[in-house]
């Protein structure tokens, strides 16, 4: 059972437009959401997280928006730079105490290719 | 500074050795995390130590043995792997405060691809 899922497997911008990354998750009792960057054969790089008490969060050209109802929550880059080509992973987990709030479960990726 | 480092960057190794992993971190973090990634997949959690104690482990084979000598130190201690253990091995940690209610951002080193032949 997938709990974070991320439907797009592949999305291609044009450099300056925006980018839009989308995630959803099941389980309602996931309460904070991180975006990860990955490079090939690299370790994944922290974005942008939120938790569940926003409905959004922005560091410089990426912004997180968080819909509790739908269950959704999407990355926007603007400007999309080249250098932004990567895979983007959603994570998310619980904060309530147990085992569980240590365990993060990603969502497949999504590849975003920036073209020139 | 949000910088975990690990060592080697690759490994090569046979099925009958023995070879460490090595994790560190110098950002006072009290959680320590082992994964495994396979190509064009997500990371999969193997292990979690909190305050230098395993706290979690996800059913791992014998064959992998996690030890935490530090709180900054994590090592995973390889031996018997087999060809499909080969993957890209991910180390991270997180702040974990005290009380374990806080939201906690995991942070990743650059990992370790194995190859196990």
């Known amino acids: 059972d997938q709990q974070v899922k991320q439907n797009s497997p592949s999305l291609s911008v044009q450099e300056g437009r925006i980018s839009i990354l989308n995630c959803d998750y099941t389980n309602s009792m996931f309460d904070y959401f991180l975006w990860y960057k990955k490079y090939p054969a690299e370790g994944p790089t922290f974005l942008i997280s939120i938790s569940s008490i926003k409905d959004k969060n922005e560091d410089g050209r990426f912004t997180v928006f968080l819909n509790k109802s739908a269950k959704h929550l999407s990355l926007h880059i603007v400007p999309s730079q080249p250098g932004d080509s990567a895979v983007y992973f959603c994570?998310?987990?619980?904060?309530?105490?147990?085992?569980?709030?240590?365990?993060?479960?990603f969502g497949k990726g999504t590849l975003l290719t920036v073209n020139p | 500074d949000t910088e975990v480092t690990q060592t080697p960057k690759h490994l090569v190794m046979g099925m009958t050795n023995k070879k460490s992993l090595k994790c560190e971190q110098h950002?006072?973090?009290?959680?320590m995390y082992w994964y495994k990634q396979k190509a064009k997949k997500p990371p999969e959690l193997m292990f979690v130590y909190s305050y230098e104690k395993l706290s979690i482990n996800e059913s791992v084979p014998s064959r992998f043995s996690p030890e935490c000598p530090n709180s900054s130190l994590l090592n995973l201690h390889l031996h018997a792997l087999q060809p499909e253990d080969s993957a890209l091995y991910l180390c991270?940690?997180?702040?974990?405060?005290?009380?374990?209610?806080?939201?906690?951002?995991?942070?990743f080193g650059p990992g370790t691809r194995l190859t196990v032949l």
């Open positions: 994570a998310a987990s619980g904060t309530t105490y147990g085992g569980s709030n240590y365990k993060l479960t």
């Open positions: 991270a940690s997180s702040q974990r405060r005290a009380g374990a209610f806080a939201a906690d951002t995991q942070y």
């Open positions: 950002m006072g973090h009290r959680a």
